[in-house]
């Protein structure tokens, strides 16, 4: 209307509405001739010339009825295309299905809020731990997980190892070197792997009776130890481990190129020098420099362990079944790669006790160590122990035959084990109780008793 007026010019109408000059002639020529109506898109309530075709919609809507209705919007778009001649667009499925009222198969669920967790403070507060499978050796060598555990406070890598895959080996070496080379911290930060938390959800009745569940093997030696582990539930919440992964990734490989490392057993040894090189060049100091880690107990090699009970036969042993392992030539290191033969069974005989004492019938707690020793524990005291064996050992754990749950239970007090006993017979048959009439000398001496 001020242009119409010759209030402003043309220039300053078009830089007001951020048009050019000649579409602000055009839109005030029409704005002249027809008012604010005519400003309007000329196509606006015409049908599109690009819309669906009434006889293909209605094909289409037929199929997803009939012949494709479990299938998933991208699925029935590759089904149409390929199978029934029908060239549409995802968000074309979408919007016929959505026009039948279907719900989707999986719905799209909303954005989760998530913020930004600050770094502790303190070295020794959280420890993240992490396994990465990738080709460290490009093709020289077999593939492996790199295992490490990372300070959160400093983003330093702690210790690091090589394993065919993620297993209870892998993470309790790393640990053992953590906590003798820095001592027990407050946390450990991880994702919701097997052999640290129980993904199960069978609750046995010894777990039932006693109101918890029991943890894994590795959870039990975190606990002792007084860790606490948080489970992360999702890859976001452990991004600064896997970011980390990034860096290492993209120097390791190379790094063990350059040094012409094709075996395992060279890429364990030079792991320590590459892992010390990355925290001196990518380590932050903490906001506070007083850590907080905790000196490790005296036994720390009987801790971290797998830990089973038995029952002690008759002839003073217990047998545990352990998996034999082959040194593969092209793996001297022992990082054994592909399937393991079947398991042998390995007896300990337990010596006698104090005063030639026998331990038969006796409920024992057998630990196999990562050093492949295995121990026989009493009541806490060490009663038998068997050395280390010489080829490459791998700390497995394996079922206990149902007994593991109702042997914990036992050996914490919270459930006795039945007692079998047998009555004591007498020549003429059982033995009265104790207090049965026939033994009460005061009755049986009265009249008519």
């Known amino acids: ?85 029908l060239p549409l667009s995802r968000s074309t499925v979408r919007r016929l299905r959505k026009s039948l009222d279907r719900k989707a198969r999986r719905p799209r669920k909303p954005a989760v809020h998530r913020q930004r967790r600050l770094r502790e403070a303190r070295e020794g507060s959280m420890v993240l731990t992490d396994g990465s499978e990738h080709d460290w050796l490009q093709g020289r060598g077999p593939q492996m997980a790199l295992m490490c555990t990372v300070d959160d406070a400093t983003g330093a890598f702690l210790s690091g190892t090589f394993r065919p895959h993620e297993d209870l080996h892998g993470y309790a070496t790393i640990f053992h070197r953590m906590f003798l080379k820095y001592g027990l911290p407050l946390t450990i930060y991880g994702d919701g792997t097997g052999v640290l938390v129980r993904n199960d959800q069978h609750w046995s009745l010894e777990e039932e009776l006693a109101g918890e569940r029991f943890p894994t093997h590795l959870g039990g030696v975190l606990k002792d130890l007084g860790i606490t582990y948080i489970q992360a539930r999702s890859a976001q919440a452990k991004g600064r481990i896997e970011n980390r992964w990034g860096t290492v990734q993209d120097r390791l490989p190379a790094e063990l190129r350059l040094r012409g490392i094709n075996d395992p057993r060279a890429a364990e040894a030079y792991l320590p020098e590459f892992l010390d090189d990355l925290n001196m060049r990518f380590a932050r100091p903490p906001r506070d420099n007083n850590p907080v880690w905790r000196k490790a107990p005296a036994d720390l090699d009987l801790i971290i362990s797998c830990r089973y009970f038995r029952s002690v036969a008759r002839d003073n042993t217990v047998s545990l079944c352990r998996p ?13 790669v592909g399937a393991s033969p079947p398991s042998v069974t390995t007896c300990i005989q337990i010596p006698p006790g104090p005063g030639r004492r026998s331990y038969a019938g006796r ?25 280390a ?3 490459p050992f791998a700390l497995i754990p394996r079922a206990d035959k149902g007994r593991r749950a109702a042997n914990r239970l036992s050996a914490r007090g919270i459930l006795k084990p039945p007692v079998k006993t047998k009555p004591r017979l007498t020549r003429g048959g059982a033995k009265p109780a104790a207090d049965h009439p026939w033994r009460d000398r005061n009755l049986a001496l009265k009249p008519g008793g």
Request: hydrophobic share 35%.
């Open 324 to 336: 034999q392992r082959i040194d593969r030539q092209s793996n001297p290191g022992g990082l054994c």
């Open 1 to 85: 209307k001020a242009a119409l007026a010759g209030k402003i010019t043309n220039a300053e109408g078009a830089h007001a509405l951020g048009l050019t000059v000649r579409q602000f002639q055009r839109l005030k020529a029409r704005f002249a001739l027809g008012g604010a109506r005519a400003l309007a898109h000329r196509s606006r309530g015409k049908p599109s010339p690009r819309r669906l075709s009434e006889s293909t919609r209605q094909a289409a809507l037929k199929l997803i009825q009939a012949r494709y209705p479990d299938l998933n919007d991208c699925h029935l778009t590759e089904k149409l295309a390929e199978v029934e001649s």
């Open 363 to 387: 409920r024992v707690e057998v630990r196999e160590l990562l050093d492949g020793r295995i121990v026989v524990l009493y009541q806490g005291r060490r009663i038998a122990q068997v050395v």
């Open 389 to 391: 064996p010489d080829e």
